[in-house]
């Protein structure tokens, strides 16, 4: 360990939540804002990246050549308007501290994706989006403002009004203009703790997209599980959910619980937590020919049968955070970890572009049994933003060898045919040259970095990799 600034760094391996890669980063941990200002003005690594909960798959909050500073210790609740449902908190908050705190009393966070284990920080640089984007769009609709420590050691109070580039830079810039230190964000009030659920089986993408299509307005969220090894005739076999919040009235005579089942006897809460079931964990790193083509076909028709149609009561976290159900569920994976892919197709092309997505992915000899499909509303101004009006694809892979990667890359080039672009924050496989062709404000994004962050202090292995920062840049 090496001392700096009254600080220390410790070299150790990192990834992402995909497993892979996996690289030697020194890692500070600043417990201060003043910690974090003076490892930007003096830490002697060139390049420094925000990490927050690290679950970006890939490679964006990882720095082999540079430093990672964690930002975990910046978790304080600042305020909390009940009339107004603003919160004001620290940028290592995680959605699953808000919603613990605050759907007990009524209120739930706007835009929530796949996993509530991401920090405040974390969402807004990813600018994540849920299964209602094309309701309530991505995460910058319910973020007032944030504070910025700019690589020239300032720190700004951004919001659309005051700062809108730095905002709008920073809000999908994924960390690469500074670190969030604070941040304002407008919580939305729910009348229960559940949602009215349903699910429709469909044989092939036609009746799924059409179904999609007539019906997706009555609903708030809406996702699709897809068999992505499904071919011919079946060819995007499907099992749509949605869901919106429930009335107390809804749950009336349907379940013993309360619409805020913690809003009762809140003094006995830490005795409640004693006594709740031990979540599920996979505890090790299984084979790494676990999940393969002939398991995940198994398990695939097995989702599809248990899963007809049917309408129930859920609660939010059996139905928003299926898997965080499941301690360190990427171990499934094995040791070699899991690649994401994840895309957006525009609406005109959408129905083309997904055809040749599965049909390339079916033939390829791989398999993927988390296979999504949602719909995507209007684009935010995130300069670096994903959303675009469209679909939305996301496959994981196991990183079983080199030909998951040109799979990849066959993938993208149909994306790219069809006007559309790969998700930055699920992203470890895409070339510099199929970046720049998929992000067309990718110039104003980098007017605005030089601007931030002259001196390029803010760097990942994902923003050398794609040409943004490094020697390639």
Known sequence: MTETTSQRFVRRPLSGWGGTPIEECDVYRPETVAEFRALVAHAPQATLTPRGCGRSYGDAALNGTGAVMLSERLNRMVSFDAETGVLRCD???TLSNIIEHFLPIGFFFPVTPGTKNISVGGAIAADVHGKNHNSSGSMSACVRGFKLLTGRDEILDC??????????ATVGGMGLTG????AELQLRSVESAFVQAENERFANLDQLLERMEDRDAEFEYSVAWVDSLARGASLGRSVLTRANHASPSALSGRLREQP??????RQHRRHRRRRRRRRLRVPFYLPNATLNPVSIKVLNALFYALHPASTWIAGCDEFFYTLDAIEDWNRAYGRQG????QCVIPEAEARAGLIALLETFASSGLGSFLTVLKSLGGAS?????????GKTLALDVPNSGPEVRELFRRLDEIVLQHGGRTYLAKDACMSRETFERMYPRLDEFREAKAILDPASRFASSLSDRLGLTGSSS
Do not use: C, N, T
Request: a negative charge.
């Open 260 to 265: 805020f089942p913690d809003r009762q006897h």
């Open 338 to 341: 899991v690649l994401q892919y």
């Open 381 to 389: 101004k995130g300069l670096l933003s994903f959303p675009m009006p």
């Open 159 to 168: 919001s659309r009004v005051d700062h809108p580039e730095a905002f709008w």
């Open 91 to 93: 940028a290592a908050v």
């Open 179 to 182: 670190v969030i230190l604070e």
